[in-house]
């Protein structure tokens, strides 16, 4: 128990040392104006606030989320690959994929993916 405690102790000196070292970094750093001012996606914050941007970066981003989330489906589905029967597997596996593939031409046809708008 008391070998547990000088632990702790030791752990804990050594956290404030290094507290205290990394408080003394940053008091030596000089204050630059370019880095404490807010940055937001290369937009300069002191102009107008309501600068119009392209819909194309919401379509993408979308776009991403969707197939993200074929990740997080794909994963769990290739885990279970050896307890499950193969007909059933590969009819879910056939599946999912056309559904994914119907959805990339959907976007197509529509001009999702089109960046010429």
Known sequence: MLSILILMMMISILMLM?????????????FNMNKSSPFECGFDPFNKS???FSLNFYLIAIIFLIFDIEITIILPMIMNF????MIYFNMMFLMFFLFMI??????????????KI
């Open 82 to 85: 050896k307890i499950s029967n």
């Open 18 to 30: 290094l507290m205290l070292i990394m408080i003394l970094i940053n008091m030596k750093m000089k």
């Open 102 to 115: 119907f959805s990339i031409f959907y976007e197509w046809k529509f001009g999702s993916l089109n960046w």
């Open 50 to 52: 309501c600068i119009r």
